[in-house]
């Protein structure tokens, strides 16, 4: 048998072959822009879509609200033990109000919400039918479970109508899991559409991931189900802190029996550490201002509208409808060749590759952001627009 060593150094090799080798790098992020190998870039790769992330104005004012008290950085326990802290009922009570749901509960972060609370929810007996392009953290969610689980084609209500009138009569419960705006796409789901299929069976669920339009989308931020008025109709909501936020950790908003029972069997949430108190006051405090955030969400909005629009001009393939922008090129090294282009040319764009996204379909990744200069805007134009795009 191959000696365990030799036998990751030939994968790593592969994955180096196939231009899908990953590997740290420093970065050090200064306001919008990003320091790294030893330049200067603007950073188009991270999901601080508003901006709040890099405003040092919006956090000098909370910590001049803090005491030496106030800013705990550890729970020191689960808050199943003594890592309640009130900051976190504060939070949720604060996020419930908001939604104007029964209840909200806080993770640690979105990739433990969706691996702990899938498999709670569901037992063998149950299905989960499942967008074909939902994050990794929702397939291991899934993988998790102890219920049968199958994958839609992306966005297609007919084949998940085709699998809803097929099974729904020979399983207890079924989950349609999906995101509102997909992470490597940035395309829409069709929620509307998907709360009609769910109404027609009693026995099924919806669970909608917005980890990507928390912040962004709704007259209030709270997501495409505020935008598209069905928030009522989820009944599991999730979003994160991490991105348009600025902070870190997730939620999810559903029924107040479903909160008792998650905080008896999400594992994630039982047997960890909770968030330092000093970072759920943070995401409060970041909360109770999204609301009033109107400006930064359209700024965010008309800027996407002209980065899809310059790419469809030139004929890029690009399935968006938000501010994550793929340019899809199809080979993983050609891929990174036209990122480190970007890269050099002040854009701190990434290569997105397999196993991220399918075979075949590596891309470069635009997460635009509200805090973008108008001459930045129209540098990064300039270059798509040209006749200098990267690799031509
Ligand atoms: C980022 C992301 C997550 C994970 O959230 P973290 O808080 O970063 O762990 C979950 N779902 C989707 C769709 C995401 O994009």
Partial sequence: MKDLYTHIQSALDSLAAEGNLRSLSHALPEGRYLLAQGQRMLNLSSNDYLGLAADLELRARFLAELTTDDFMPSSSSSRLLTGNHPAFDELEVALARLYDAEAALVFNSGYDANTGI????????????ADKLVHASLIDGMRLSRAQWFRFKHNNLKHLEHLLQKLAPSYRHIVIVTESIFS??????PLNGLVELKRLYPNVLLYVDEAH??????????????????????????GTLGKAAASAGAFVVCRRVARDYLVNRVRPFIFTTALPPIIARWSR???????????????????????????????????????IIPLI???????????????????????????????GTARLRFSLRADLADEEMEGLINILAGHEMPGK
């Fill in 184 to 189: 490597m796409d940035g395309d829409e789901a």
């Fill in 285 to 323: 405090y970041v909360l109770n201002l999204l609301p009033e955030m109107g400006e930064r969400r359209q700024r965010l909005a008309e800027l996407s509208r002209r980065l899809r629009r310059v790419l469809r001009e030139q004929r890029m393939k690009c399935p968006s409808g938000s501010h």
């Fill in 213 to 238: 339009a928390f912040g962004l989308r709704g007259r209030r931020g709270l997501g495409c189900c505020e935008e598209q008025g069905c928030i009522g109709d989820v009944d599991f909501l999730v």
């Fill in 329 to 359: 090129v199809g080979d993983s090294a050609e891929a990174v060749r036209r990122a480190e282009e970007m890269q050099r040319r002040g854009y701190y764009v990434r290569a997105v590759r397999p196993p991220t996204v399918p075979e």
């Fill in 118 to 129: 899938l498999p709670a929810i569901v037992d063998t007996g149950d299905l989960i039918l």
